[in-house]
């Protein structure tokens, strides 16, 4: 094996190392593809079992979705920025426990609606603030908007659209600035990726219900803009509970 693909101990962190940097400065955002096993591995000088073993690491920390095969789909897709302890944490408990999804789903309906609610009203007193000076930053929710072109792709598998679409949510807690809530709603995003996944099976016509989730998307982020705050919970809700009640038999927590 020649120099440019040498496989030391630990030369995995190397690909790690560089694509978790590129995450935190920006050069990669959610909904990027990553470069194909063969060129990390030529980029980097590390051999390409290093290369998977860095992915898997990647993967297994929420950071990306990997798809096997050859087509627009293969790969690895980026679905979100490196994130704390606490949020490592809560994932492997929800892994191990196995929540309910009507549990996920009615802690989901009490923070997300409150997230929207609350960006909403801050959005409001940025204008107040403006109109005499004062100083109230509106909240960032730039990389929201980001994922959400990210999502209009049309070459997104479901695995990938509802994983962009998890990202989604986490934006919209991280631009509130409330720590616990982003902590809580990062530990809980593989749970909602997964029952949002497993209902996939239930849908008849995928193109109809991504096209509907991606406009509700929209709408949540418009209600916000406006300072509506009553409209920004009610569409929050609505979109949750809608998924839900097209995915599940049973009944949808309210």
């Known amino acids: 094996m020649g120099a440019e693909t040498s496989d030391t101990p630990r030369a995995w962190r190397t690909v790690l190392e560089h694509i978790e940097t590129q995450l935190l400065e920006g050069a990669l955002r959610p909904g990027d593809r990553l470069p194909g096993e063969r060129a990390l591995s030529a980029e980097l000088g590390v051999g390409r079992s290093s290369v998977r073993e860095a992915l898997r690491v990647l993967e297994v920390l929420g950071l990306i979705r990997t798809a096997a095969g050859s087509g627009p789909n293969s790969g690895a897709i980026i679905i979100a920025t490196p994130g704390g302890g606490m949020s490592a944490l809560m ?23 409150s997230v929207a609610g609350d960006l ?84 008849t016509d995928w193109h109809t219900t991504s096209a ?14 406006r300072a509506d705050a009553a409209s920004a919970r009610t569409r929050t809700h609505d ?13 949808p927590p309210r």
């Open 239 to 251: 979109h949750i509970s809608g998924y839900y009640a097209e995915t599940f038999v049973d009944t």
């Open 91 to 113: 994932r492997l408990q929800v892994a191990a426990s196995g929540f309910p999804v009507a549990d996920i789903v009615r802690t989901r309906l009490i923070l997300e609606t």
């Open 120 to 203: 909403a009203e801050a959005e409001a007193n940025t204008a107040a603030a403006a109109a005499t000076n004062a100083d109230a930053p509106a909240p960032d929710l730039a990389p929201a908007e980001l994922l959400l072109d990210a999502m209009d792709s049309p070459d997104l598998a479901p695995t990938e659209f509802l994983a962009l679409d998890a990202a989604f949510h986490l934006a919209l807690a991280e631009a509130s600035g409330n720590q616990v809530i982003t902590a809580t709603m990062a530990g809980l995003r593989s749970g909602i990726e997964g029952y949002a996944l497993e209902g996939v099976a239930a849908i």
């Open 212 to 225: 509907r989730l991606r406009s509700e998307h929209r709408g949540i982020v418009e209600a916000i803009r």
